[in-house]
């Protein structure tokens, strides 16, 4: 097995979950990250913890999901009875066909999603970590060659947390107190929003591994101005282009997308939360050297910042703010590399990516 | 696909376990039988019910129990808690290496299966059903070629239950009523035992798939006598060969095998009921026409029987009966092709392979 399989499986259990003995752990992968898988279970297993191992099958999803009335699809309880008993959740993603559920209705896609909120509060409640493995699909998705692409990977997730954590408190530091931010990106974003009373997380590698960015959540009502989300968006199997938001109240007036705007409305329509932003973040991992069409690493790029329609996470919405409130949580990025710049309280901290207290920066 | 995968996957959710539109389902298989675990899904959300998909694998399973140390090996709670919410559970066996857990220490094996009993208990309380999947490495196992041996297990499920069923149902009217057994198989098998009072049970494909066999328990302290197992024995990834039992008042009192003699001993040290017998069974399925080192197949065919050291099924003992428990079940097979009897209440029932009501049987 290759060394770096089982330093991945090591900072998954110790930095990013920090399995103890008598924990019940869930671990969560495709087939094709079986390597990854046991090397978990051996880390887990020498921790003194109690695995359960989860399928992650996209071909048997679909197979599920093409078979089953809308109707008839319900909230798997026995599902979040299992993660009810666990202490850490350890999810391995992994591509085996990026596109296999690609012929899925967007609707049953969505009430399926819904179905199964109530098991994501119960997940999120838990110790957890999501992750990649990186396959021979994965690495086509990303356009390079296996080994590039491996390299790339663990390159990104076997490094030095601590470090990374010490960088990006500095951003936490600006945004944390903050009140307004204004985010403008050549012609096609401008957009306001308050983040006044919220927190600022520093993610340094634990729920999601690699992590790389800060992210807050906007007050709700807040946004206001246009989005073009101009990087890669892949989601459900199919990639959408061009998503352009427009924002009113902090809602959804308008929007358009040059492929699969359908599948975008659809996913706008799944709950009111899903027509508002529940996240702000700012890619600061430079690790991550280019885009891969998957946002666990897309959104930790350096010069990005990333807004999610839907679910805001709890921990960082204030005691006195409202939370929004969705099944879904899409991620969406801005490329910010050129013309472009992010104010806080009307002084500019990031202009052409480069952040006010890195090198390069231009007054 | 293979259409006969998706007859194997209605056959599990119709015939075996009923699968109703609301049912929580459980589907386990190993990554070697992703086909037949896409059927189920396809199979499960056609009938409204809704699937948790758990992975079956034999390497992450070494990786843990290599790691664990034995006094941290505790019962999965919350698999036991994904069981308790569940209705039926579907579970698919099949090989990528036979021998994967062959070097796991026997006594680490045994503290594990402990430890999973209460988790045993809930499954068996449920609608169940344990299959086969036929992959290369299970066919290499039993000595054929992989399309040989898809040809050998479809032929085996895919059949007409209603008139295995019937055919059964004559040994049961024979052996329900009945006291005294008594089995003997050359100079090497010679073993009495009473089923006084316990029922024989007619299993036709649904908790095992393949069915094929009657089954009872015996009183727990009746048994008498010796009994050499002649046919292949696979546990824990090894091959137990001549196994060799000395029963007095039920038990075990000597021991001994030509091969992992160790394993047999760790197995019958493992509680006080793995030294006791838990079933008697009578195989009757005459499509399964060879041994191919796999029990599920092997303790079906027709002129064997069978005995397993451990638990005995709830639903085989009589009422004002003991019910012998244990954390293993374990079946070992006798051959009764040549020179060999069953003689129930001092008729012979079975001669040389052939029972009373067929052709070919001699007075």
Known sequence: MDPRIREHAEIIVDHSTDVQQGDNVVISAPSVAEDLAVALHEAVGDR???PVYLASDSRAGRAYLKAIDDEDIETP????????????????????NATEQGDVDPET??????ARRPVQEVAL???WCLTQFPSPASAQLAGMSTEGYENFVWDAINKD????REHQARMVDILDPADEIHIKSGDTTDVRMSVDGMHTINDYGENNLPGGEVFTAPVVDSVE???????????????????HLVFEDGEVVEHSADQHEDLLTEVLNTDDGASRLGELGIGMNRDIDRFTYNMLFDEKMGDT????IGRAYDDT???????????????MIVDMSEDSFIEVDGEVVQRDGRFRFEDGFEE
């Not at 896609?109 to 819904?114: A, D, F, G, I």
């Not at 947390?161 to 990374?164: K, P, T």
């Not at 910042?305 to 999610?308: I, Q, S």
């Not at 919405?317 to 991620?331: C, F, I, K, P, T």
């Open 305 to 308: 910042v990333h807004m999610a």
């Open 225 to 243: 101005g246009e989005v073009l989300f101009d990087k890669p968006l892949y989601h459900q199997g199919r990639e959408i282009t061009g998503a």
């Open 109 to 114: 896609q969505s009430t399926y999603t819904k």
């Open 77 to 96: 309880t026995h599902l979040q009875a299992l993660y009810e008993e666990s202490d850490a959740l350890l999810r391995v993603r992994s591509e085996t």
């Open 48 to 50: 003194g913890a109690t």
């Open 317 to 331: 919405v204030g005691e006195d703010r409202e939370a929004n409130q969705s099944a879904v949580h899409l991620d």
């Open 125 to 127: 409640s838990k110790r």
């Open 161 to 164: 947390w601590d470090a990374q």
